[in-house]
Every structure is written in C-alpha cells, then in structure tokens.
C-alpha cells in the first residue's frame, strides 16, 4: 500500500499516508487523527529491579484505555528496562546489540499488550518483521484499521535497522499512521531551562517551536527523529510518565508538559 512520504528534493511531506484501498481511504475521515505514545522500558519497570512491575504494566495499561475515548492510541516502547543495543557494542558486534536492544522492545510491547487485555481492551503487535505469535509485520492498512476500531497498536522492534534509535522508530511510525502528535514520555514533566534536579531556579517552559528547540540544545529527541517530525508536521510533547495518572493526563483532552510545534 505504499505512498511515498518524500518530494522531490527528499523532503518529508506533512500529510496523511495516500492510501490506494478506498474504503480504508473513505474510513479516515471519520478517525480521529491518532496519537503516538513513546514510552521507555522503564515505565513498565518503576524502579524496581524486575524488568516488569506487574501493578505498574496494569496501572499504564488502564491509563492508555482511558485514553481511548479521545481518539485511536498507537504505542512504540523501548527496551531498557531488558537491555539498550548501544549498551552492547562494546561486547558484541554493534548490529548484534542493536539487535538485541530491538528483541527487548518486542518484549515489552508483548507485556503491554497483555496489560491491556487483562484490562479489556484490545491490543495488535507490529514489528518491522513478522514473527509467529509474537508480532505482524507492520502493514500500515491494517493498522489503521485496528486503531479505528478501537485496538491499541504497539509498535516493538524499533524501525528493524541498526543504529536507529526508539525515537526514530516512533517518529516513523508516526508519520506513516497520520498521527498529529508524538507523545514523548520523560522523568520530568516537560522542558525547563535547566536540569530542574539539579537547579532549583529552572522553570517549565510550556511551548517552543522546532527552531527554537534545536537552537536550545533541549534534546527531545534524536536529532533523525526529531527533524522527521519537523518535516512532516507532527508536534511533539514532553510530559512525565513516572507518576500515577500522568499517562492518561497526556492523552486527555487537556494534556500537561512542553508542546513542541511549528
């Protein structure tokens, strides 16, 4: 089903996947634009040394369901509660431990989904190759399909090429669903002008525009993932994701942290 999201001097379009199916291309219009919702391994983990805290998944998993009725919900979670591929270069070949780092993911996604059966909704595993009983390989027709019925999609597996990040893989994946928004999660409820662990004086800084946050040095995100979502007009917001209800805050209608747009 492939657009090309790339004009003619490679530059990255900001519009929504053209789709050849017409009664997938008839149904959009009645979607809401999904969100992307980028976690880290770590919030399955809270702390803990278990690369799972069972109250934890449970807890995320009925905030995202609580999200769902403001629109479709489309997850890319890391790994680094099992392991990061970078981690490993210096042990392993570096494509080995990235590729490790990408198994890890597809663990997590696999925890999340069944967090969110167990809580009653329904959740779809896509990673960039098909693996029986773990995941589909992502075919974006059926993933918009899902998220209009209601499904979470979890995208593991990052992009499933080396030396790119879980940033990347959601500024990908993002731009391919039409979702208008990259949720970031974060330790801190958003982007201040300094660590605010470390200074007392930092203040929250509530918007910035893509230029202004590439001339702050703020690291959002990796700088590949953070130029596709400038060039295909995706926003971008920063918020907490470690205390309870800050999940289902962000997917809510009044979302809290630092938005980062045009």
Do not use: W
Request: glycine share 14%.
């Amino acid at each position: 089903m492939g657009g090309s999201y790339f004009g003619s001097r490679g530059e990255l379009t900001p519009v929504l996947p053209r789709l050849a199916d017409l009664a997938l291309a008839s149904m959009l219009p009645a979607m809401p634009r999904p969100r992307l919702l980028k976690l880290s391994g770590e919030a399955l983990a809270a702390g803990t040394d278990q690369i799972h805290d069972r109250a934890t998944v449970d807890r995320v998993c009925r905030e995202l369901l609580s999200g769902l009725g403001h629109g479709p919900i489309a997850i890319v979670v890391g790994g680094g509660n099992i392991m990061r591929g970078g981690g490993m270069r210096d042990a392993a070949d570096p494509t080995r431990g990235d590729r490790q780092g990408m198994l890890a993911t597809l663990i997590n996604a696999l925890a999340l989904q069944d967090g969110i059966e167990r809580a009653g909704g329904r959740c779809a595993v896509h990673g960039p190759y098909a693996i029986p009983n773990v995941c589909t390989a992502f075919d974006r027709a059926l993933a918009l399909q899902q998220l209009a019925a209601g499904t979470v999609v979890v995208f593991g597996g990052g992009t499933g090429h080396p030396y790119f990040t879980t940033d990347t893989a959601a500024a990908l994946r993002a731009a391919e669903i039409g979702a208008d928004v990259v949720l970031k999660g974060s330790k801190v409820d958003g982007i201040y002008t300094a660590d605010p662990r470390k200074d007392p004086t930092a203040t929250r800084i509530p918007r910035l525009t893509y230029e202004q946050a590439l001339a702050g040095r703020y690291g959002v995100m990796d700088l590949a993932a953070f130029e596709l979502c400038r060039q295909a007009g995706i926003a971008i917001r920063v918020f907490d994701m470690t205390a309870p209800g800050t999940i289902a805050a962000a997917l809510g209608p009044e979302p809290s942290g630092t938005l980062v747009a045009g």
